[in-house]
């Protein structure tokens, strides 16, 4: 019998858990519930989410989590709820050990996993599980990614002064010694003041608190108002507001997607607080001078012994970050997408068929050659011509771009510059974000061409938060992934952000079969802004997206007030049961009546025609906008205006069941009439419309006469 070997992930199979209880599972489990979110979203990594059953309502922040049974009650889990889910397997962290004992007295198998508390017991769990449900080269995977994360994180933190920090969790209790949190935070680049004073979770006292003295909060929440309670307020890190937000799924969660968003979250926010004291340091001594020695993202120690007056940019990114400090004059190379700057053509081009031509760029003659991630492949060779280099690191997030921007600011003698850039941009996304606030967040893709896509850890994806929209691709990939029809679709975004006004490509499938296609939703966006990474393209990027998708839902409430108002106004059963008749009210516009066959649309109550809203039925015709109307005489309606709607009952996980009218039948894929006998009739053709049309005009011309 096999006892699970790693490498095999064979069935049956025999393991030991937590508490000393042998295990065993006969075949691969089907059902699966979990009795906490960390081992739900360990179960989402590895890709096994289809198999879940049952999670807790902390796990709701999991992608389709609503069809999975709640199986939370006051205090951990409900056994009745967990034994609802008929489970094959039930997974059990640490923390709901006290029901372990309960669940398996109703003959369940429950596997009690240890508690984490640091990265290499993460690491085991998801191996753990991995082989529990059958899914071990996804678990080994997702641990590579993790570990991978961590080393770029360590490395990336490696060279910066560690800030003393502290995680509140309330009440004065803290993230401490000895667990999975206090590894994160010092993965992150900070040193956790907590873990000197106890192991766990305990309470401190404000006066142990005031004496560690944290430079720096760790916090869940945007507003970051702990630091206005003391006694927070009274440390550096109050006195300052320096605080981190980070995400309470992931920090508080001992699996790997948790180590690898908390950890890359913290490092960025440390660097960006260091980068901040280095450049307030520049400007209170009235500096920001030469010598000037600093480390690029390559590892590379640069150093300017003056401010360099002949600047080269590899891509337009830093060039727009220069005009935006005004030392453009001071520029002399740039690339062909900067094109769009005011007098690039006056400065060289130094593109090439891929990337930048090495010899251009040394025919600039520069002091110094900004070199942003997209042209990491040609530093070396830049370098080998012994030209000054400094080369940026991939920026992810706003923040990345504030750091930059700085940085820039530094190099080229500019800081007061970059740091009102700085403070111009941040205001702007503050403004945005509260712009947004109140508004239902719209599900938006970026398309780039060819199924690629902005997916999750670009800056595109923030400005799409920021702008008051949710990436539909950010649950599907990071970075720019290419995206099947099939996922597109899945996804189906309510709006698509565009570069060209035509916006032709919602007129392409699979674009056309969304949501936003169907409703043709778009935003368009100015490309040169959208794809640089730089403080005027978040700026511009996200106050147009933002305003974007205000006016879409002012129109969307337009149209939903506008259907309410127009829902009565045809008539009553009554009167056509009667026989009695109703006179028709034709209105025909004197300037213009249009007909087009495109959007020609007939059913029982109303024929309108052309996107003006002519409509012709048995009880009214009216032709465009302006309503103009004048009497003919009655007739006789032989048919009814209402149809025999068919029902349909949809049960929900709660049994709820809704009852659904549908307004229209269906002929051979085709919309049909339905008179009063319930037979179906052709709807009437586009002559029949125009003769409708022709009699009316008629009638309307004697009435005049």
């Known amino acids: 019998m096999n006892t699970g ?4 992930c064979q069935f049956p199979l025999n393991l030991t858990d937590a508490t000393g209880t042998e295990i065993t599972l006969e075949e691969q489990p089907d059902r699966i519930t979990t009795t906490n979110p960390s081992a739900a979203q360990t179960l989402w990594e590895i890709g096994a989410q289809d198999r879940v059953v049952g999670v807790t309502e902390f796990a709701e922040y999991l992608n389709k989590t609503d069809s999975k049974a709640n199986v939370s009650a006051g205090f951990g889990v409900s056994v009745e709820k967990v034994v609802a889910t008929n489970p094959d397997l039930v997974l059990a962290p640490n923390a709901s050990a006290g029901q372990v004992a309960d669940l398996r007295a109703q003959n369940l198998t429950v596997y009690h996993f240890p508690a984490a508390t640091d990265v290499d017991d993460i690491a085991a769990k998801t191996e753990r599980t991995g082989r529990l449900v059958g899914n071990c080269e996804a678990a080994a995977e997702v641990n590579t990614e993790m570990n991978q994360t961590v080393e770029n994180v360590e490395n990336q933190t490696a060279d910066l002064d560690r800030l003393s920090a502290l995680y509140p969790l309330g009440g004065g209790f803290v993230a401490a010694d000895n667990t999975f949190i206090n590894e994160l935070m010092e993965i992150g680049g900070t040193t956790n003041v907590a873990a000197s004073e106890a192991d766990g979770y305990p309470q401190l006292s404000d006066e142990v608190i005031l004496k ?15 630091l206005d309670e003391e006694p927070y307020a009274s440390t550096t890190a109050g006195a300052e507001g320096n605080y981190v937000v980070m995400n309470t799924n992931y920090l508080n969660q001992p699996a790997p997607r948790s180590v690898i968003e908390s950890t890359k979250t913290l490092a960025a926010a440390v660097e960006r607080l260091q980068a901040d004291k280095t450049e307030e340091t520049a400007n209170s001594t009235g500096t920001c001078g030469f010598p000037l020695t600093v480390t690029d993202a390559t590892g590379e120690e ?12 590899t891509n337009p ?3 727009q970050t220069l005009w935006e400090l005004g030392v453009q004059d001071r520029v002399v190379g740039v690339t062909e997408f900067a094109g769009y700057l005011n007098g690039t053509a006056s400065r060289t081009n130094v593109s090439a068929e891929f990337g930048v031509s090495v010899e251009t760029v040394v025919a600039t003659d520069p002091d110094l050659v900004l070199a942003p991630n997209a042209s990491a492949g040609q530093v070396a060779d830049l370098r080998r011509q012994n030209l000054t280099v400094y080369h940026f690191p991939a920026a992810t997030d706003v923040g990345d771009i504030a750091t930059k921007t700085e940085r820039t600011g530094r190099l080229v003698g500019n800081c007061e510059a970059a740091a009102e850039v700085n403070t111009e941009m941040n205001q702007t996304v503050e403004n945005v974000e509260n712009q947004t606030a109140d508004l239902d967040r719209l599900s938006a893709l970026y398309p780039l061409g060819g199924g690629f896509v902005a ?9 799409m938060q920021i702008g008051g929209t949710s990436n539909v691709a950010a649950s599907e990939a990071d970075g720019y992934p290419q995206l099947s029809d ?8 309510g709006l698509i952000i565009v570069t060209d006004s035509e916006a032709s490509i919602l007129e392409r499938q699979p674009y056309a079969s969304t949501n936003a296609g169907e409703n043709n939703n778009y935003v368009v966006l100015n490309n040169n802004y959208l794809n640089q990474p730089a403080p005027r393209s978040v700026i511009e990027s996200t106050t147009t997206l933002a305003n974007g998708v205000e006016e879409l839902q002012l129109e969307n409430d337009r149209d939903e007030k506008s259907g309410t108002d127009g829902s009565g106004g045809s008539g009553s059963d009554e009167d056509d049961e009667n026989g009695e008749s109703e006179q028709d009210e034709p209105a025909i516009d004197e300037n213009e009546t249009a007909i087009d066959e495109n959007e020609t649309a007939i059913d029982e109550n109303e024929t309108a025609i052309d996107e003006n809203e002519t409509a012709v039925n048995t009880n009214r015709t009216a032709v465009d906008e302006n309503q103009t109307a004048t009497d003919t005489p009655s007739e006789e309606n032989s048919t ?9 009952e949809e049960t929900d996980e709660t049994g709820t069941s809704n009852d659904i009218a549908n307004q229209e039948t269906q002929q051979d894929g085709g919309p049909s009439n339905t008179t009063d006998e319930g037979t179906e009739s052709e709807v009437p053709g586009f002559g029949i419309v125009a003769t409708v049309v022709v009699i009316l005009a008629f009638g309307y011309l004697s009435t005049r006469e």
Do not use: H, K, Y
């Not at 099939?486 to 975004?493: D, F, G, K, R, S």
């Not at 009814?640 to 349909?648: I, K, R, W």
């Open 5 to 8: 070997v790693n490498n095999t």
């Open 212 to 226: 560690t003295d944290p430079e720096v909060i760790l916090v869940t929440n945007t507003e970051g108002a702990i």
């Open 302 to 313: 640069i150093t300017l012994d003056e401010q360099p007056d002949r600047i080269t940019t």
């Open 317 to 319: 990114s830093a060039a």
């Open 455 to 463: 997916a999750d850890n670009t800056f595109i994806n923030e400005i």
């Open 486 to 493: 099939e996922v597109i679709l899945q996804a189906n975004p």
């Open 640 to 648: 009814s205006g209402d149809t025999n709607g068919t029902s349909s």
